[in-house]
């Protein structure tokens, strides 16, 4: 549905799957299969994740790579020994590329 509208219906759009896409990669991670709420909101998860696979909405992993000003946004600096300065030391929201183009930037903290 969203691949079918139009490029301000998208623009508008964009904020509630940022949103939405957040929500889903932070519960994701949080597996609890005791919970019959979260076995049900993992199967969506996975079924989400294969959707956005079969429309080529990708998932750019940017931990530990130098910062690149076009795809991620720099909250803050942090110190780190495990990353050289100028890298991403924590990915604090991820970045999605759709066909190529950007969907949405990373937000991340950057080692000094």
């Not at 509208?5 to 939405?20: D, T």
């Not at 931990?63 to 909250?75: H, L, R, S, W």
Request: glycine content about 4%.
């Amino acid at each position: 549905a969203f691949e079918r509208q139009n490029l301000l219906a998208r623009w508008f759009s964009r904020p509630f799957f940022q949103q939405a896409l957040e929500i889903l990669d932070t519960n994701a991670s949080q597996q609890s299969p005791a919970n019959p709420a979260m076995e049900g909101l993992q199967l969506v998860v996975s079924r989400l994740r294969r959707m956005m696979a079969e429309r080529d909405i990708k998932r750019l992993e940017v931990t530990g790579k130098p910062f690149d000003a076009e795809i991620m946004n720099a909250v803050s600096v942090v110190e780190s020994s495990q990353y050289p300065p100028g890298h991403v030391a924590e990915e604090l929201s991820p970045a999605y590329r759709w066909r190529g183009q950007l969907l949405r930037c990373a937000d991340v903290r950057v080692s000094r």
